[in-house]
């Protein structure tokens, strides 16, 4: 029987390749290094071995290391992995004490993350891919199981990442202004905008990039089944390169050849995929969004617009957007340029949102309930530039946000699309006039759009200086009043016998059957006259004498509810609301565990809520 070889008998590759497998963790092959001297030398003397755990790890920062083109600048893994650790437990310590300081705020402003600016911005220090490391894990938090998670950590991490996502992207719409034309690509636009909306999520250009390059494939496809002899097949890829990533002035093929590509892209897109307008969730936000548009294969107007004209430009096609006041279509021309009489050239329309259906001044029907075709109106109307898409997406997302039939995370939706609009316009004293009232609608810090009007107000080049003076005036009145008005103390509610439940039990509506989460109680009805008339409280049979709950329910809504309309759910499970974790850490699938905030607020409840729970459960 062979003796058995020591792993320290090992040619150092063949340890580094052992360690290199998937089921060893780092604090693994950190434990099998600190086992003996010659171990510790050869492993972390591996930069191959760290790389590979490294991205074993944090498998999305790959293509961060990609793109930063970092991947063969780092010296040391080691210290990259140390880097990314530190980052990310210095994150969670600040996350860990962001409820002590704002439990009565619904809304936090961007002064309050402040804190955070010196751990992801490498102008104040940090690492200089800290901000994806963050961002990464942050975004493990979110997606963790409820029943696995802390869930006021997560309602944080949320706001944090919301925070940190829109700094970053601010900066990186800066650079996409400042891109030549030729430069910025309507994708690229769309991709911010459902970065900065969508802030829980990877979003990243490359993924939309995939997805729009896989339907010119299939759409190849099409076209040698059916033009074999298209020039499309002699092009080398350097061309396709280039349009890919370049817009382009002109169609590249003779008119009869293009016609035969849009046809191809027509049968993939509309037909074999089944693009289409979402007709019945319109005023959805998931709409304007690129990623989810390519993914469900529906929309509005402008996002599939936009996904037309990029798979359009890949394969030499050229498509110019164009904004109608009532409608969002797709310009295409048989020729652009070299042209000695322009206005000759007739335009054809493409209404993605209605299978790609190709219109004219002459058979153009009423769009969107308009009295006239927009395009006989509007048919000399100059094509949209990116910034003008990406500003209309920002308008369309704030009508979406101030519906009421998404109410769960409403406010943050609209909170996202005012400051969107705001970043896209940042003079505009109108987009300033609608975010402000947001922030004093949730008593917010307004001192940086005190310090943009006053900006505005100074410079002569501005038109916008008389309504900036009118804003300013309201928004300092406001803050007088504000400085005049005492903190919020938390009151500390102590039961008496009348009150039957506790905060954190899931409850069922006796009337209306909704399923809710109790989240605080007041002894009496403590709401308005008017509320009271309205909602017939006085009819109930304990009027407005009894106690009422306020209550989350599972559609998102924040309700008051008499308790006599409440029993305990018989199939008690998550209530999806989006300021749950404001109020509980944990949900335990009978009921809701407050956290130290709500358990202060409420000290006697904990004792009630066990008794109430161990009786039907």
């Known amino acids: 029987m062979a003796a058995d070889v020591l792993i320290?008998?090992?040619?150092?590759?063949?340890?580094?390749?052992?360690?290199?497998?998937?089921?060893?963790?780092?604090?693994?092959?950190?434990?099998?290094?600190?086992?003996?001297?010659?171990?510790?030398?050869?492993?972390?003397?591996?930069?191959?071995?760290?790389?590979?755990?490294?991205?074993?790890?944090?498998?999305?920062?790959?293509?961060?290391?990609?793109?930063?083109?970092?991947?063969?600048?780092?010296?040391?893994?080691?210290?990259?992995?140390?880097?990314?650790?530190?980052?990310?437990?210095?994150?969670?310590?600040?996350?860990?004490?962001?409820?002590?300081?704002?439990?009565?705020?619904?809304?936090?402003?961007?002064?309050?993350?402040?804190?955070?600016?010196?751990?992801?911005?490498?102008?104040?220090?940090?690492?200089?891919?800290?901000?994806?490391?963050?961002?990464?894990?942050?975004?493990?938090?979110?997606?963790?199981?409820?029943?696995?998670?802390?869930?006021?950590?997560?309602?944080?991490?949320?706001?944090?990442?919301?925070?940190?996502?829109?700094?970053?992207?601010?900066?990186?719409?800066?650079?996409?202004?400042?891109?030549?034309?030729?430069?910025?690509?309507l994708e690229k636009g769309a991709v911010l905008v459902a970065q900065w909306s969508q802030p829980e999520r990877h979003v990243t250009y490359s993924y939309v990039c995939d997805m729009l390059d896989k339907i010119v494939e299939q759409a190849k496809e099409v076209l040698k089944e059916r033009y074999p002899s298209h020039s499309i097949f002699t092009t080398p890829a350097k061309q396709f390169a280039h349009w890919k990533s370049n817009n382009i002035d002109d169609n590249q093929w003779s008119t009869e050849e293009t016609k035969q590509v849009m046809s191809a892209l027509c049968e993939v897109m509309f037909n074999r995929l089944g693009f289409h307008g979402n007709s019945e969730m319109y005023y959805s936000s998931e709409n304007s969004f690129i990623d989810k548009v390519l993914e469900l294969k529906h929309g509005i107007p402008i996002t599939l617009a936009i996904v037309f004209e990029s798979i359009c430009r890949r394969v030499g096609v050229k498509c110019e957007p164009m904004s109608f006041p009532s409608h969002f279509l797709l310009r295409w021309k048989e020729k652009y340029t070299g042209l000695a009489n322009p206005d000759a050239v007739e335009n054809f329309y493409i209404d993605v949102f209605n299978g790609g259906r190709f219109l004219t001044r002459q058979n153009c029907p009423r769009i969107g309930g308009v009295s006239k075709c927009p395009i006989e109106r509007y048919n000399n109307l100059n094509a949209a530039t990116a910034i003008e898409v990406v500003e209309r997406m920002a308008n369309n997302l704030e009508v979406a946000s101030r519906q009421r039939t998404h109410l769960n995370g409403r406010a943050p939706r609209l909170r996202s699309a005012l400051e969107l609009l705001h970043m896209i316009r940042p003079h505009d004293t109108g987009a300033i006039l609608h975010l402000a009232r947001f922030y004093m609608l949730y008593q917010m810090d307004l001192s940086k759009l005190?310090?943009?009007?006053?900006?505005?107000?100074?410079?002569?080049?501005?038109?916008?200086?008389?309504?900036?003076?009118?804003?300013?005036?309201?928004?300092?009145?406001?803050?007088?009043?504000?400085?005049?008005?005492?903190?919020?103390?938390?009151?500390?509610?102590?039961?008496?016998?009348?009150?039957?439940?506790?905060?954190?039990?899931?409850?069922?509506?006796?009337?209306?059957?909704?399923?809710?989460?109790?989240?605080g109680w007041d002894l009496k009805c403590e709401a308005t006259p008017e509320w009271i008339n309205e909602m017939g409280v006085e009819e109930l049979s304990g009027g407005r004498k009894q106690p009422f709950y306020n209550v989350f329910a599972e559609d998102g809504s924040s309700r008051y509810a008499a308790q006599e309309n409440l029993v305990m759910a018989d199939s008690p499970g998550w209530v999806n609301h989006y300021e749950v974790g404001r109020y509980f850490c944990q949900f335990k699938g009978t009921h809701y565990v407050p956290n130290e905030e709500k358990a202060k607020e409420y000290p006697d409840d904990a004792e009630v809520r066990e008794k109430l729970l161990s009786k039907y459960f």
């Not at 052992?18 to 290094?33: G, K, T």
């Not at 490294?54 to 970092?70: A, V």
């Not at 950590?153 to 030729?182: C, G, H």
């Open 450 to 519: 005190v310090s943009i009007l006053t900006y505005i107000r100074m410079d002569p080049e501005l038109t916008s200086r008389g309504p900036a003076n009118h804003i300013l005036q309201l928004l300092q009145d406001y803050e007088k009043r504000m400085n005049d008005t005492t903190e919020e103390v938390v009151e500390v509610k102590r039961r008496t016998p009348d009150v039957k439940f506790a905060i954190g039990m899931i409850m069922s509506h006796e009337r209306y059957g909704y399923l809710c989460v109790i989240t």
């Open 8 to 185: 320290t008998c090992l040619p150092d590759e063949v340890t580094e390749l052992i360690l290199e497998n998937p089921q060893l963790s780092m604090s693994d092959v950190l434990s099998v290094a600190f086992s003996c001297k010659h171990l510790h030398r050869v492993i972390l003397a591996s930069g191959k071995l760290w790389r590979v755990k490294f991205f074993q790890r944090w498998p999305s920062l790959k293509e961060i290391y990609l793109e930063q083109q970092r991947l063969h600048q780092v010296q040391n893994w080691v210290q990259e992995a140390q880097a990314n650790v530190e980052s990310r437990r210095a994150v969670m310590n600040h996350l860990g004490l962001m409820s002590a300081k704002y439990y009565k705020k619904q809304e936090l402003s961007p002064s309050e993350f402040e804190d955070f600016d010196a751990i992801f911005r490498p102008e104040k220090g940090a690492h200089p891919l800290a901000y994806h490391f963050i961002v990464d894990e942050l975004i493990k938090l979110i997606e963790r199981p409820v029943t696995q998670s802390n869930l006021t950590n997560k309602y944080y991490a949320y706001k944090v990442i919301r925070y940190m996502k829109q700094s970053y992207l601010t900066d990186e719409w800066n650079r996409f202004v400042e891109l030549p034309v030729e430069k910025q690509l």
